[in-house]
């Protein structure tokens, strides 16, 4: 059973727009939500998270979204940058006596210059 | 500060034969992750360790895969025999203790033909 869901395989945005992933979670017992970013031929890097008591974080550019009645989460980049062309993963974590760690499938994302 | 490291970086294998991957993680992280990640797919944890114990195995197929952290610092991930279904990218991530931010190293492409 997928308990963390990216129904989007792929987004294209145009520079300087904006560019908002989505994710849905069915567990309510997640602590925490996490974004990780993956280029080609590298390991995913953590790129920003949330706790489950709050309802936004923001980092720079990246501003993640939580929305607990309805399961959703989403991740915001203003403006979206040729950089920022990778696939997201979107992942949940609950602590049991060490974070367990649920990813997503991912979306890759283009943007075009 | 170096990344986690991971060996080989490809592999090809016949199936029904055995094949290893290593990792060292980042000095002092106490955590260490092994991770399936099959193409299209999110990472699935396969095992998670806290320094040479074994946290977590419950996804790994534990009549063909095994893993060991016999010192808590570097860890091996073995296949034996191996399964065309288990051509995927193997990922190794490490964190340090109580951290929700994992590392990953840059993963091991296996290919079963």
């Known amino acids: 059973d997928q308990q963390v869901k990216q129904n989007s395989p792929s987004l294209s945005v145009q520079e300087g727009r904006i560019s908002i992933l989505n994710c849905d979670y069915t567990?309510?017992?997640?602590?925490?939500f996490l974004w990780y970013k993956k280029y080609p031929a590298e390991g995913p890097t953590f790129l920003i998270s949330?706790?489950?008591?709050?309802d936004k974080n923001e980092d720079g550019r990246f501003t993640v979204f939580l929305n607990k009645s309805a399961k959703h989460l989403s991740l915001h980049i203003v403006p979206s940058q040729p950089g920022d062309s990778a696939v997201y993963f979107c992942?949940?974590?609950?602590?049991?006596?060490?974070?367990?760690?649920?990813f997503g499938a991912g979306t890759r994302l283009f943007v075009k210059a | 500060e170096a990344g986690v490291a991971q060996s080989p970086r490809y592999k090809i294998i016949e199936k029904r034969q055995s094949v290893a991957f290593w990792c060292n993680p980042i000095?002092?992280?106490?955590?260490l992750y092994w991770y399936q990640q099959i193409l299209g797919q999110g990472p699935k944890l396969l095992i998670q360790?806290?320094?040479?114990?074994?946290?977590?195995d419950s996804q790994l197929p534990k009549d063909r895969f095994s893993a060991e952290r016999l010192k808590g610092v570097d860890s091996t991930l073995k296949i034996q025999p191996a399964k065309l279904e288990d051509s995927a990218v193997y990922l190794c991530?490490?964190?340090?203790?109580?951290?929700?931010?994992?590392?990953f190293g840059p993963g091991t492409r296996l290919t079963v033909t």
């Open positions: 000095s002092g992280h106490a955590t």
């Open positions: 949330i706790s489950s008591i709050k």
């Open positions: 567990n309510s017992m997640f602590d925490y």
């Open positions: 992942a949940a974590s609950h602590y049991t006596g060490g974070f367990k760690t649920i």
């Open positions: 360790f806290q320094n040479n114990g074994v946290v977590d």
């Open positions: 991530a490490s964190s340090s203790t109580g951290s929700l931010e994992q590392y």
